[in-house]
């Protein structure tokens, strides 16, 4: 395969694409550095770390009617997720810095202008936080960490309603209230959608020979709703893709589904290792990250302002929201038995916490916690557990036995596309917290998840199980070829690793081990070698259909490479999510890069 062009997205020519490419190590040394040789080639980049630009554009637009030169906004998809920010704004920001002035702009659909049942029905909006641009990197922790940002997909639309004079300021609309006649442009009115005539009609004076005019609006509007939904992509069938994706997680939904027919009754699962399972018990968010910061708020809710438990090596932003909202947590970065025993005394001692949080496997060392024991722990001493299944899935592991909360990254390996952000978050029926839970969510659940974004996820995942089977043969298939050449150190897998046995006790019947996997070389020079010479996409994110290689700690954890270190994770190792390719073709590529390798070594 052709190398992937250095700020090029990944997939290529991918407008909402969720990575980028850095084809060589210094790319993401010059990306953390923030060179401009490699910042000015970013045409995209991890949607949470970079803001895309259709974002930009939006912000700056909202800037310049609602806002003055020395202001910047954020993009929420709604008034609740804006006012978090604008209160960690507020809360973390320096004494001497300008939030007195910061505020909240609620564009909403202006009714009156259009009667277009497509708008009306996915109900566009976005709430701007507006702040001086020295609060920049305050505002951006929030962006990152959170996960509550506008997706690229909804700034498109509404930046178009925006441009058009239908996304209007909310309190505009109360001020004059609202009007009966629908102007505007009239590709957003009913009549433009569709002139069509049934075939048993008779003519009437609306079906006289349009204007010139009037038919080039009447393009205009079928171009319009095109383009943004594509023939394949009827907004119409939103409610009925939600309905598949839910079903899809509970594990009550395995294949395809007829999106034009109305989904079949609700009914419940067992398929995850807990019985009685529901559709009504997955949450979906705008993205992963999300998911993990939504469970922790209602956790808060529910429970009272409590420190959580990070057990094992995170993922970087779940660490920073335990740290940054409630009252901390404590750190387990091993997450071993010993970690555990330590735990164990706290707990007999009298301390007591909201909830342990953890991954299975951990990301990048592929370990695994002991979730048999973890779990009477919390039955022992009354905390919450919640596990990331994003990289075992569901198809691997059952978890949810264990858990009281279930999240995942549906970007990853449910979407596979790389073009789509979502996440997902599951109550465990059985859970001791599961009342509490499901009140603090009936009351304060918002469903932002953008109604384009929904189309697309469902479409993704509609054959995630056979994906993921060839994928777990696939990461064998190279995990073999790594740990048989002398040059690597470590190969760092769900199978080979010491923690399999955690593993195998929540793995399926017919499950693998996954598509993630990390490795280490004896001299950092060989490592750089091979990740320059690898014929794989190379940039950020995971779970991807086509193979990705990233040098993950340089990108994760650039400024505390000796935090890293302390806990086993070396800043030159190298991450390589396994994709759908041809075994044998994939083994070849890195055969080339382990003599790539062979050759730094010599030099």
């Not at 990944?10 to 084809?23: E, F, G, K, M, Q």
């Not at 550095?33 to 912000?59: C, N, W």
């Given at each position: 395969?052709?190398?992937?062009?250095?700020?090029?997205?990944?997939?290529?020519?991918?407008?909402?694409?969720?990575?980028?490419?850095?084809?060589?190590?210094?790319?993401?040394?010059?990306?953390?550095?923030?060179?401009?040789?490699?910042?000015?080639?970013?045409?995209?980049?991890?949607?949470?770390?970079?803001?895309?630009?259709?974002?930009?554009?939006?912000?700056?637009?909202?800037?310049?009617?609602?806002?003055?030169?020395?202001?910047?906004?954020?993009?929420?998809?709604?008034?609740?997720?804006?006012?978090?920010?604008?209160?960690?704004?507020?809360?973390?920001?320096?004494?001497?810095?300008?939030?007195?002035?910061?505020?909240?702009?609620?564009?909403?659909?202006?009714?009156?202008?259009?009667?277009?049942?497509?708008?009306?029905?996915?109900?566009?909006?976005?709430?701007?936080?507006i702040y001086h641009k020295d609060l920049f990197p305050v505002a951006k922790q929030y962006w990152q960490h959170a996960g509550d940002g506008v997706s690229s997909r909804r700034a498109e639309f509404c930046h178009t309603l925006f441009q058009d004079g239908l996304l209007v300021d909310k309190t505009i609309l109360k001020s004059n209230g609202l009007h009966k006649s629908a102007k505007g442009p009239r590709r957003y009115q009913r009549g433009s959608i569709d002139k069509t005539p049934t075939k048993n009609n008779t003519p009437d004076s609306s079906d006289k020979p349009k204007s010139p005019i009037a038919a080039m609006e009447t393009r205009e509007s079928s171009q319009f709703l095109e383009e943004r939904f594509g023939r394949n992509l009827d907004v119409s069938f939103v409610d009925n893709a939600r309905t598949a994706i839910l079903r899809r997680i509970a594990g009550s939904l395995m294949g395809e589904v007829d999106l034009a027919t109305d989904p079949s009754p609700k009914t419940t699962s067992d398929s995850r290792g807990v019985v009685g399972l529901s559709e009504d018990d997955v949450y979906l968010y705008p993205c992963g990250m999300n998911s993990i910061f939504n469970t922790h708020q209602m956790l808060l809710q529910a429970r009272g302002p409590m420190k959580s438990i990070s057990f094992g090596f995170p993922y970087v932003d779940t660490l920073k929201i335990l740290e940054k909202w409630g009252p901390g947590c404590v750190f387990y970065g091993n997450g071993s038995t010993e970690d555990l025993d330590e735990l164990e005394v706290k707990l007999k001692g009298g301390e007591r916490f909201l909830a342990l949080f953890c991954e299975f496997p951990g990301n990048p060392s592929l370990k695994c916690p002991d979730l048999k024991r973890i779990r009477r722990l919390a039955d022992t001493y009354d905390f919450a557990v919640v596990v990331d299944e994003t990289i075992g899935n569901f198809i691997n592991v059952h978890v949810l036995p264990y858990a009281d909360v279930v999240v995942s990254s549906l970007t990853k390996i449910f979407s596979g596309e790389c073009n789509v952000m979502g996440g997902g978050a599951i109550l465990n029926p059985h859970g001791r917290y599961y009342s509490l839970l499901k009140k603090v969510a009936e009351a304060e659940y918002e469903d932002n998840y953008w109604a384009e974004d929904v189309i697309f996820m469902e479409s993704n995942s509609r054959h995630f199980v056979s994906r993921i089977k060839r994928i777990n043969q696939n990461a064998e298939a190279i995990c073999d070829v790594l740990r048989a050449h002398p040059l690597v150190k470590n190969v760092y897998y769900p199978k080979y690793n010491p923690t399999r046995n955690f593993y195998d006790d929540c793995r399926t019947p017919n499950g693998g081990y996954g598509g993630l996997l990390s490795c280490t070389f004896h001299e950092t020079a060989q490592a750089i070698a091979f990740y320059d010479r690898i014929e794989t996409a190379k940039g950020p994110s995971l779970g991807t259909n086509f193979t990705l290689t990233s040098p993950y700690v340089i990108l994760a954890h650039f400024l505390e490479l000796e935090w890293a270190a302390k806990f086993g994770i070396p800043g030159d190792l190298i991450r390589v999510s396994v994709g759908l390719e041809d075994a044998e073709d994939l083994k070849a590529r890195f055969a080339i890069a382990l003599k790539a390798a062979e050759a730094a070594g010599k030099s």
């Open positions: 395969m052709s190398i992937i062009e250095l700020g090029e997205s990944i997939p290529a020519l991918t407008p909402h694409a969720a990575s980028v490419s850095l084809p060589l190590w210094s790319d993401n040394i010059g990306y953390e550095e923030g060179q401009e040789r490699i910042i000015s080639k970013l045409s995209t980049g991890y949607p949470r770390f970079f803001i895309h630009k259709l974002i930009v554009a939006f912000a700056e637009d909202i800037v310049e009617k609602h806002g003055s030169m020395d202001e910047k906004a954020m993009l929420f998809p709604s008034t609740k997720t804006a006012q978090r920010c604008l209160q960690f704004i507020k809360a973390k920001a320096s004494p001497s810095s300008p939030v007195d002035h910061v505020k909240i702009v609620d564009l909403v659909l202006d009714r009156s202008k259009t009667s277009s049942e497509i708008l009306i029905k996915i109900s566009p909006a976005v709430s701007a936080v």
